[in-house]
């Protein structure tokens, strides 16, 4: 049985600690209208306005005027991460997590020590709430994707067992949406092929699926059927570090995704810099409108933690991305090809390298102060 923990409006609900008087009130976390920014997370009273995580902040405030905008602020949350982190530790040592917020469990090997899987999972939830102040919602599964369906479907403050011998009856009745990777244009397009529900997917064959939505396509397949091989990968044995985010509506326009890509990068680096890794490879993902996804990929000549060098690769390469003009309803950015900072190959040119590392540092420490987006790189206004 796996586990999937899930901080419920994370951000948000940190800065509403931070400051009760918030409490019930809609809130997001972002950046400003002005600067083109976009809505990092969105408290529950936010949400019932439609407002959702990645929606630039200038329509959030359309939607609710009232709203109440606080910058992000990385280290805090960062912090608070630390934390939740050294709870579940108590417990197991196999955590993958999957961002600041969420992770998936392995407690199998913990039984003997805490009792059973929902036990120990209600004891992490507990101690999270009475120590941190937080809630989280929890989802148990014998895959990991139907966990976190499990522990979606429970928010805000959830807690759902899916048993092993009630994994079709769970998924079946879901609606095609609740697949892992289909948003609401992949819904729109499976729902034109009279595909409402995930039993409706899994009654197809493989040709099907392939003929209508590529490779993506098997994938959903295996999903719809319970077929999910993978084990929790614990963050020690961690290969790249990534950042992605699907829209809730999808984009076309080019600023805004290079805006969008901007905060990708920010935060990449950020942790990057937080684990003292260094990579040499930088990727990008996109996923268009069809469900067809691309990457590109371009390797450094040395490892980097450098926000500009990944914004510098990153930026270049969404300029190469096929399909020039075509809405993406996801985009991602990632680092591989690690290296130990210090174990980094000195060159010519490693005056100019420091440069750039101050100024990481001096960005980092006025954003962890003040709020990611008070300093803002021009590569991302080009264009």
Request: aromatic share 6%.
């Amino acid at each position: 049985m796996f586990t999937h923990l899930d901080m419920d409006a994370f951000y948000a609900s940190v800065e509403i600690r931070e400051r009760p008087e918030l409490a019930g009130l809609p809130v997001v976390v972002g950046g400003t209208p002005e600067g083109r920014g976009v809505v990092a997370a969105a408290s529950y009273p936010a949400r019932r306005y439609g407002i959702r995580s990645a929606m630039p902040m200038a329509t959030a405030l359309k939607r609710c005027p009232e709203l109440v905008i606080l910058r992000t602020r990385m280290s805090l949350y960062a912090a608070e991460s630390r934390r939740i982190h050294e709870i579940l530790e108590r417990y197991t040592p196999l955590i993958e997590p999957l961002s600041l917020d969420e992770a998936f469990l392995d407690l199998r090997g913990s039984v003997r020590l805490f009792g059973p899987v929902p036990e120990i999972a209600r004891r992490i939830k507990r101690e999270i709430s009475e120590e941190l102040g937080l809630t989280a919602s929890v989802g148990i599964a014998p895959v990991k994707f139907v966990a976190k369906i499990a522990s979606d479907l429970g928010k805000p403050d959830g807690f759902l067992v899916v048993e092993p011998g009630e994994l079709q009856a769970f998924l079946h009745p879901l609606p095609v949406g609740r697949l892992w990777g289909v948003g609401k244009v992949g819904e729109q397009a499976m729902r034109r092929l009279g595909l409402e529900t995930i039993g409706d997917v899994a009654r197809h064959d493989e040709d099907f699926m392939t003929r209508h939505f590529g490779r993506h396509g098997q994938h959903l397949l295996r999903l719809a059927r319970g077929i999910d091989p993978r084990e929790v990968v614990p963050d020690r044995e961690t290969k790249s570090v990534s950042n992605e985010t699907t829209f809730a509506a999808d984009i076309a326009d080019r600023e805004e995704l290079r805006a969008i890509l901007m905060q990708l990068v920010e935060q990449v680096g950020w942790r990057l810099r937080h684990k003292e890794l260094a990579g040499r490879t930088v990727q990008i993902k996109a996923r268009y409108a069809d469900f067809s996804t691309v990457t590109r990929a371009q390797t450094l000549a040395a490892p980097t933690s450098n926000t500009a060098d990944i914004w510098r690769a990153a930026s270049a390469l969404l300029d190469r991305l096929p399909r020039p003009g075509a809405a993406l309803r996801l985009i991602g950015v990632g680092v591989s090809g690690f290296e130990d900072e210090g174990a980094e190959q000195g060159d010519l040119f490693a005056a100019a390298v420091e440069e750039k590392t101050k100024v990481d540092r001096v960005a980092d420490a006025i954003q962890e102060k003040f709020g990611i987006g008070v300093v803002r790189r021009g590569g991302s206004l080009r264009k």
